[in-house]
């Protein structure tokens, strides 16, 4: 689709699922008939399939993680919270029998008991046979099509529903995610809607180039997710599979030597346990073969992406070159003047040539790696803080006072300048923490999740998931949202996102909650401590409509949401009660934060 079209995306999202739906009614009728199993074999067989995709089912919607950030312009914030509604679904929005990793963890132990939690670094043993997947906050567009691929019906979800209990194992995993993801009201209809909304508000913010450019980054996003289902969960192959553009004079010379060569070489490599892509060397180098159009061209990009045989742009650190160099196994084999030509070759590969994909979307490779390092943002949002700054302000705490809502500040004092920049960068304190969605599967976890949706201003979590229903919120009801009604309500500038609004209000304590927040664990009892004095800031604005910071409508919203995270707080609090040296700084960190909040009034609280 060269240009965006809603109607025309959904007809295509539409045949997708036909096509699948039609291949399953085949496979029925095959099976049906007598037909045998055709995802997996056996039992034996089924426990190795369902190791085989752990890495990306223990990691289950974790692309979305990163999304709900405080650094995201605030009119993409709406769309945040509507695709970001599928990574906490995908969390059981905090309850953890409804959680997607801990059912596929349930499932992985029925046959391996003694299996690691995937938050521990003993899941990385070879043992297990798992490797991590990620993807980073800056590709957005990216992570939309992405997600709007991934969320669809796919014929081995629906396979796995019907064949895992014939050789005796629970299919619910597969068999709720047949359900959810469904195309009126779950997570495919919620994703083609944020791709939907996205494009329009770029549109607005932006202008149509702008949006096409989007477009086109969000097909990127799709076809990844696509080659991923299609070809497996490596992606090193990837920028070749996607680059289109013709073998230069380079590459016709150096494909001319092997062809030369592969008659001489015929039989000798059928020994030779290294694999080439997904061929063997001595498949490959078949003279019959090569006199191919299309399999010459498929070889040399096959080897451009096998390391260490060859690394692009680096001929000296490529295996392939020390191999035909003195010493190595196939010196003498290529003359000088060959040598010096896939040398030549090999170091005209750089990156700015492999990916397509850079290309296709209108970027430069230097303008997005810019993008990627928040380069245009104030260093002190990508910053990360030392542990021993922290280390070096903790002072004697009592480790068992009890906290309290405080009642000794009037809202009506606060300075509202040196107070926006607290409001808005509470809502980063605890964002991080649930990238991985195994680390939320136990009741700490889940207590996060639960906090973070108040914070948002998601609706009351219930055993139903509430879908598309609730993702048809326009505008931002969450922290954020009333932060940015202050801001209006005293007729103030309406910053585009946090990077000009602490450039206009810079706060030196917000910069450290930033910092803070960037190593979640390592800080957790800090930022627990920061949150709760926060959020019972957020109490006493709340019960303040007189002070004329919000209206009477938001203030009784604000109360709503500052009751869920002042209880959901608790529950954390609950959860590291019995670890002093976590307590200690909890404590630490509400104190920094109370004094930080009194520094916020035209009087002092003392006086």
Request: hydrophobic share 40%; aromatic share 8%; proline share 5%.
């Amino acid at each position: 689709m060269e240009t965006f079209n809603k109607e025309e995306l959904s007809q295509f999202l539409q045949q997708h699922q036909k096509d699948v739906t039609d291949r399953y009614a085949q496979y029925i009728a095959q099976r049906d008939l007598g037909g045998p199993r055709q995802l997996v074999r056996d039992r034996q067989d089924a426990e190795f399939w369902l190791r085989k995709i752990a890495p990306l089912k223990l990691v289950d919607g974790a692309w979305l993680g990163h999304l709900n950030k405080i650094t995201l312009p605030f009119a993409l914030r709406p769309i945040m919270k509507k695709i970001w509604q599928v990574f906490t679904e995908e969390l059981g929005d905090g309850n953890p029998h409804q959680h997607h990793v801990y059912i596929y963890e349930d499932l992985l132990r029925t046959f391996e008991p003694e299996l690691p939690s995937p938050t521990t670094k003993e899941i990385l043993h070879p043992r297990w046979n798992f490797s991590c997947i990620r993807f980073s906050e800056d590709f957005f567009p990216e992570i939309l099509g992405f997600t709007m691929h991934f969320e669809m019906l796919q014929l081995d979800t629906m396979q796995a529903a019907k064949e895992l209990p014939e050789v005796g194992l629970d299919p619910y995993y597969f068999i709720l995610h047949v359900s959810i993801d469904n195309s009126h009201s779950g997570h495919a209809a919620m994703s083609m809607e944020c791709v939907v909304d996205y494009i329009r508000k770029i549109s607005e913010m932006e202008g149509k180039e702008a949006a096409h450019n989007a477009w086109r980054r969000i097909q990127a996003g799709y076809i990844l997710s696509e080659w991923l289902g299609s070809e497996g969960i490596q992606t090193a192959g990837i920028p070749l599979k996607l680059d289109s553009m013709p073998c230069d004079q380079l590459e016709l010379r150096v494909g001319k030597i092997f062809r030369a060569k592969a008659q001489a070489a015929q039989g000798i490599h059928a020994g030779c346990k290294a694999n080439i892509g997904n061929r063997s060397l001595d498949d490959w180098l078949s003279p019959s073969s090569l006199l191919d159009e299309k399999w010459q061209p498929n070889f040399l990009q096959a080897l451009t992406s096998s390391k260490p045989w060859i690394y692009p742009g680096d001929s000296n650190k490529s295996r392939l070159m020390k191999e035909l160099r003195w010493g190595g196994k196939m010196f003498g084999t290529f003359t000088r003047e060959e040598l010096t030509t896939l040398q030549q070759w090999i170091d005209s590969l750089r990156p700015h040539r492999i990916p397509f994909y850079f290309e296709f979307v209108g970027l430069s490779e230097a303008a997005n790696c810019q993008g990627c390092s928040n380069s245009n943002m104030p260093q002190t949002l990508s910053g990360s803080l030392n542990s021993t700054d922290l280390t070096d302000e903790i002072a004697p705490l009592l480790c068992h006072r009890q906290l309290s809502v405080q009642r000794e500040l009037s809202a009506g004092d606060l300075d509202l300048l040196q107070l926006l920049p607290l409001w808005f960068c509470q809502c980063s304190l605890l964002e991080s923490f649930v990238y991985a969605p195994g680390r939320t599967a136990d009741p700490m976890g889940c207590a996060v999740v639960r906090l973070l949706r108040a914070q948002l201003g998601f609706e009351m979590e219930h055993t139903m998931v509430t879908g598309i229903n609730e993702s048809h919120t326009k505008e931002d009801n969450g922290i954020v949202g009333i932060g940015l009604e202050m801001i209006k309500l005293a007729s103030l500038p309406v910053p585009h996102d946090l990077a000009m609004l602490l450039t206009r209000w810079p706060s030196q304590f917000a910069d450290k909650m930033l910092q803070l927040s960037s190593k979640p664990l390592q800080n957790l009892g800090v930022l627990l401590g920061i949150s709760a004095a926060l959020i019972e800031l957020q109490g006493v604005i709340a019960e303040a409509p007189s002070a004329g910071l919000l209206s009477g409508e938001s203030c009784v919203h604000l109360q709503v949401l500052f009751r869920r995270q002042y209880h959901y707080l608790q529950k954390c609090h609950q959860h590291i009660s019995t670890d002093e040296s976590l307590l200690m700084d909890y404590f630490h960190g509400y104190d920094m934060a109370k004094a930080e909040i009194g520094d916020c009034v035209k009087v002092n609280m003392q006086e």
